[in-house]
C-alpha cells in the first residue's frame, strides 16, 4: 500500500487491508456538498469551542506531553514506511517484511546522521580530541561516558526532515539509533528468522562443500569452520564487529586523534613518534659527564630530569619492563600516545594490515612486528604461526601477566590474547566493557574449538608450559552469559548511569535476548504512569499501580525517540517471534507500548498517523484508542478524511465513533456534584399577573461543562446509513448531558443535530423517500403499502428516544425564550400599547414546542422498561 497522506485518503483511493470489517456499511459516506443542509455550525460560528483541548483530556499521560515539542519529522516517515509494509508484515511473508523495514528504518538513521554531521562533525572531533588529549596524561577512568548536552544552534540549511535548531548532543542521538537499528537487523537474523531449518541445511551444506580439513587448510577457512560449527561464537563475533563500526563513527577519527597528540607532544610535526629522544638524550649527557664500563650499561645510574627515578640506561623496546625503570616524561607520552592510538585502531575494527601500516610509518615497525597477525581472515583473531597462533597468543597473554608498564599496552597484548582484565581497564563506556568481555569469550571459545576439532595441529604440551586466560570458566555457564554480564554492567558503578539509557536498556535486551521481558517491563511502567492516582481508557492495567518511573524501563517511556524505536520493533517482532506472540505474551502488554505510542502523536499533534499504529492492536484496544483521537479532529473535513483512513485499514469506523461518545460521556464529561441542583424551571411570585408561580428568568445557566461534545458528535451525520446506532447513540448522549447538567450543550446537540435532519437524511437510503417517521403527515402515504409499515414501525421505536428527548430540549429551551423575551415586555419603560410581534411569535414557539410534552413522553425506555433516569430527566 502507498504511503497514506491526506490527499489519497481523501480521494477516495484506498483499498481495505487484512483485517475484517465489521458486517456494517462503513465505508460510504455523503459529500459534504449534499449532506442536506448540514453545515460546521447551525449558528454559522467556526469556532464556537475548542472541542475539548488536548491537555483537558483525561488518559492523557503527562510525560508524553511534555515530549510532544520535540517530535520531528521522523513520525511521519515511520509510519509512511509502516504502511508501504503493512500489508506484508502478517503471515508467511512478515519476517521478510520486518527485514526490508528495519532497512528502512535503518537507512532514515543513516541520512540523518550524514546531514548532522555536516553541522556538527568538526565540533564532535574537537571535543574527541580533547578527551584524548586528557587521557594520554592521566589513567584511564573507567566510568560513564555520559556527555553533557552541548546546547542547540540555529541553522538555515533548508532541510525539512531535521529542525533548525540542532546540537552536537542531536548527532549522538541519532547516531545511537543508527546503532541500535543495526544490532537489531543482526538479531533478526541470528535469532528472530521462522526459517531454522532452511538455515541449518545450508549451513550443513557449506560445511560439506569445505570438505575435510588437512594440514594445509587456510586461516580464514579454519574460521569459517569456526563460526559455522558454533552458533554462539557466530553470534558473539557479530556483535563485536557492531561494537567496533558503532565506536568508529568518523573515517578520519584516528587521524584526528594522532594529530591532538602530536600537538600535546610539543615536538613539533613528524618527530613526536622518532623514538625516545628525551631519554636518549638524558643517557648520552650522563655518559658525556662521567665514565662508565662499557660491558654492563646495567650499571649506568641516570635519575629522570626533574625527579629522583631511575631511567632506563638502554633503548630497546624492553628496557622499561626488564630493569623496571622509567623514561623521560615527553618519551613516557609518546610512548602511552602511540599505545592508545593502538587501542583505539583495535577498538575501532581496523584491519591488522592497516594497524602494523600505521605502526610502520611511524618508525615503530617492532610495534607492527609484535601485532603480526594473518592477512587471509578477517577474524581480528590472530591464527597463523604455531599451533594456529595459540603459542602467539600465550606469549601475548605472558607479556600482560609480565608486568606492561603502560595500561594501554597491556590493553593491546590483552585483546590479541583474550585476556579480561588488562582490557578492562581501558574501558571508557559500555560498549567498551561488551567489547572486553565478547572479544575475550570469542578467543576463549576458539581455543577450545581447535584443541578439540583440530588436535593435529597442536603440539604437544603447549596448552600445559603456556598459561591463557580461560575466559570460558571465568565467565560460567555459557547459556546466561549475556544475561549475567548486562546486569553485572547495570549494577556496577563505573558503568550503571550509562547502561539505564533508554538505547542502551534497548541494546543490553537485544544482546542478552531479553527483548520480550524489556517489553513486559516497559508495558507495566506505562500502566504505572496511567493508572497511579488515577485512571485510563486506553492503557490497561498490568497490576496495582506504584509510583511512576519505579520501573527502570520507564526511561524509555520517557524519552519519545525510544518509545518510537521500540513500538516498531514490537509491531514487527511480534508476528513471528513467539515469546512475543499472543500465546506468550499478553497482548494486553504489548497493546500498551503502542497505545502509549499513539497517545505521543496525539500530543504532537499527529492525529491522522495513529490509525496504521492502532490497526496493529486488538480490535479492542485499536478502538479505544481511535476514540479518544477522534477527540482531537475538530473540523468536519478532517473528519471525514480521519474516518477514511480508518476505513482503509479495516477498522470498524462505527465502534469508534460509539467508544468516543462512551469516552465523550465517561471521562470528559463532568460529573455532576452532589451539591449540584436540577434545572429549577419554575418559582414562586406575588405579582397578581401571575398566579403564585411563574417561570424563572434566565434558569438555564451558564458555562455548565461538556462544551464541544456536539460538534465531536456531528460526524453521525456525515455517515450515510447506521440509522439505529445514529439515534441510539445520540441519545445516550443528550440524556448524559442532561443528567449532568449540560443543559446548554445539550441544546447545541439538539440544535446542531437536529432529528428532522438527521430523519430525512438517513430515512432515503432505507424506505426509498426522505421522510421525518415521527411525522404523522409525512409518514401517511407510506402506511398505505403495507411493505413499508413493518420498516416504519421498526424505525420508529429505533429512533424515539432521541426524538423525545429532542422535544424536551426544545420546550425547555422556548420556556427560557419566552421568559427572557416576556421580561423584556413586562419592564419596558413605557410599556407598548400593544403586543409586540416578537413576543406574539415566542408565545406561540412555546406553546407548539409543550404541546408535544404534554401529551406524555419518555415513558419507556427503547426496550419498554421502565427507565429509572426518565423521572429525573
Known amino acids: 500500500m502507498a504511503p497514506v497522506t491526506r490527499k489519497t485518503a481523501s480521494s477516495g483511493a484506498f483499498k481495505p487491508v487484512h483485517r475484517k470489517t465489521s458486517q456494517t456499511n462503513t465505508n460510504s459516506f ?39 515539542d520535540r517530535v520531528g519529522r521522523e513520525v511521519d516517515h515511520f509510519a509512511e514506511t509502516l504502511d508501504k509494509f503493512n500489508d506484508r508484515l502478517h503471515g508467511q511473508d512478515a519476517y521478510d517484511a520486518a527485514i526490508d523495514l528495519t532497512q528502512g528504518y535503518r537507512d532514515f538513521a543513516s541520512g540523518m546522521v550524514k546531514k548532522l554531521k555536516k553541522r556538527h562533525d568538526a565540533q564532535r572531533v574537537n571535543e574527541m580530541k580533547n578527551d584524548f588529549g586528557k587521557r594520554v596524561t592521566q589513567s584511564p577512568i573507567r566510568s560513564s561516558s555520559v556527555t553533557a548536552i552541548v546546547g542547540p544552534v540555529t541553522h538555515n540549511d533548508g532541510d525539512d526532515d531535521m529542525p533548525a535548531q540542532t546540537s552536537l548532543d542531536t548527532l549522538r542521538q541519532w547516531q545511537a539509533e543508527l546503532d541500535t537499528w543495526d544490532l537489531f537487523r543482526i538479531m533478526l537474523d541470528l535469532r528472530y528468522s521462522p526459517k531454522k531449518q532452511l538455515r541449518q541445511q545450508e549451513k550443513e551444506a557449506r560445511l560439506a562443500e569445505l570438505g575435510t580439513q588437512n594440514t594445509y587448510t587456510s586461516d580464514a577457512e579454519l574460521w569459517e569452520r569456526f563460526t559455522l560449527d558454533n552458533d554462539s561464537a557466530r553470534e558473539r563475533h557479530l556483535v563485536v564487529k557492531w561494537l567496533q563500526a558503532a565506536a568508529n563513527h568518523g573515517e578520519s577519527d584516528i587521524e584526528a586523534i594522532a594529530d591532538e597528540l602530536e600537538k600535546k607532544s610539543g615536538r613539533g610535526t613528524g618527530i613526536w613518534f622518532n623514538g625516545w629522544m628525551e631519554t636518549r638524550e638524558r643517557i648520552k649527557g650522563t655518559k658525556r659527564m662521567r665514565v662508565y664500563s662499557t660491558a654492563s650499561p646495567e650499571s649506568l645510574d641516570v635519575k629522570r630530569t626533574h625527579s629522583n627515578e631511575p631511567l632506563v640506561s638502554s633503548l630497546d623496546p624492553d628496557a622499561p619492563t626488564r630493569q623496571y625503570r622509567v623514561l623521560e616524561k615527553a618519551d613516557e607520552y609518546s610512548e602511552r600516545a602511540l599505545w592508545m592510538t593502538c587501542w583505539e585502531m583495535l577498538r575501532r575494527g581496523h584491519s591488522w594490515f592497516d594497524i602494523c601500516q600505521w605502526c610502520s610509518e611511524r618508525n615503530q615497525s617492532w610495534r607492527a612486528v609484535s601485532m603480526a597477525a594473518s592477512s587471509d581472515s578477517d577474524a581480528n583473531i590472530a591464527l597463523p604461526g604455531a599451533s594456529a597462533g595459540s603459542l602467539w597468543r600465550r606469549m601475548c597473554y605472558s607479556l600482560v601477566q609480565g608486568g606492561s608498564t603502560d595500561e594501554y599496552e597491556a590493553a593491546v597484548y590483552g585483546v590479541l590474547s583474550g585476556d579480561l582484565d588488562s582490557v578492562k581497564r581501558v574501558c571508557q563506556s559500555w560498549d567498551d566493557c561488551i567489547f572486553a568481555h565478547y572479544n575475550s569469550l570469542l578467543i576463549g571459545q576458539l581455543e577450545e574449538y581447535l584443541q578439540k576439532s583440530f588436535p593435529e595441529r597442536f603440539s604437544s604440551g603447549i596448552t600445559n608450559r603456556f598459561a591463557l586466560f580461560d575466559s570460558l570458566r571465568h565467565h560460567g555457564d555459557q547459556k546466561d552469559v549475556a544475561q549475567n554480564l548486562i546486569r553485572r554492567l547495570m549494577e556496577q558503578s563505573s558503568t550503571s548511569q550509562e547502561a539505564q539509557q533508554p538505547l542502551k536498556l534497548l541494546q543490553g535486551s537485544l544482546i542478552a535476548d531479553t527483548f520480550s521481558d524489556l517489553c513486559k517491563n516497559l508495558a507495566t511502567a506505562i500502566s504505572d504512569a ?37 513500538t516498531h520493533m514490537v509491531l514487527m517482532l511480534r508476528e513471528f517471534h513467539e515469546p512475543l506472540s499472543d500465546t506468550k505474551t499478553d497482548p494486553q502488554a504489548l497493546d500498551n507500548i503502542i497505545a502509549a505510542y499513539i497517545q505521543l502523536l496525539r500530543a504532537a499533534g499527529k492525529w491522522d498517523l495513529t490509525p496504521v499504529y492502532a490497526a496493529r492492536m486488538s480490535p479492542v484496544r485499536g478502538t479505544k484508542s481511535l476514540a479518544q483521537t477522534m477527540t482531537d479532529v475538530q473540523t468536519p473535513q478532517e473528519k471525514m478524511h480521519f474516518t477514511k483512513l480508518m476505513a482503509m485499514y479495516g477498522i470498524d469506523t462505527v465502534a469508534v465513533l460509539i467508544e468516543q461518545t462512551k469516552y465523550l460521556m465517561e471521562e470528559v464529561l463532568p460529573i455532576k456534584s452532589n451539591g449540584q441542583r436540577n434545572l429549577k424551571i419554575i418559582e414562586n411570585s406575588k405579582e397578581d399577573i401571575y398566579p403564585g408561580q411563574r417561570v424563572k428568568l434566565d434558569f438555564v445557566e451558564d458555562g455548565q461543562g461538556g462544551e464541544g461534545i456536539a460538534d465531536h458528535l456531528g460526524v453521525f451525520h456525515l455517515i450515510e446509513g447506521q440509522w439505529d446506532i445514529t439515534f441510539q447513540t445520540l441519545a445516550y448522549a443528550c440524556r448524559k448531558l442532561l443528567l449532568s447538567g449540560c443543559f446548554q450543550e445539550a441544546s447545541h446537540l439538539v440544535d446542531q443535530l437536529s432529528f428532522d435532519m438527521l430523519c430525512g437524511a438517513k430515512s432515503r437510503s432505507i424506505l426509498g423517500t426522505s421522510v421525518n417517521v415521527m411525522d404523522r403527515e409525512e409518514t401517511s402515504l407510506l402506511l398505505q403499502d403495507v411493505e413499508h409499515v413493518a420498516k416504519l414501525r421498526v424505525l420508529q421505536k429505533q429512533c424515539r428516544g432521541y426524538y423525545e428527548l429532542s422535544l424536551l430540549v426544545k420546550a425547555v429551551d422556548a420556556l427560557n425564550v419566552w421568559r427572557r423575551v416576556e421580561h423584556d415586555y413586562a419592564t419596558k419603560v413605557p410599556r407598548p400599547s400593544s403586543l409586540p410581534a416578537k413576543v406574539k411569535a415566542a408565545f406561540e414557539n412555546t406553546c407548539a414546542a409543550i404541546e408535544p410534552v404534554l401529551s406524555g413522553i419518555l415513558l419507556h425506555a427503547k426496550d419498554g422498561t421502565q427507565d429509572p433516569h426518565l423521572p429525573t430527566m
Open 30 to 68: 455523503a459529500d459534504i456538498a449534499r449532506t442536506n443542509g448540514y453545515s460546521i455550525s447551525q449558528n454559522g460560528d467556526t469556532n464556537r469551542s475548542a472541542l475539548v483541548p488536548i491537555n483537558q483530556l483525561a488518559d492523557q499521560i503527562n510525560p508524553l506531553r511534555d515530549m510532544a
Open 530 to 566: 496511567a493508572w497511579y492516582q488515577t485512571t485510563s481508557t486506553t492503557i490497561a492495567p498490568l497490576r496495582t499501580a506504584v509510583s511512576p518511573d519505579t520501573q527502570r524501563e520507564s526511561v524509555i517511556f520517557n524519552d519519545y525517540d525510544s518509545l518510537r524505536i521500540v
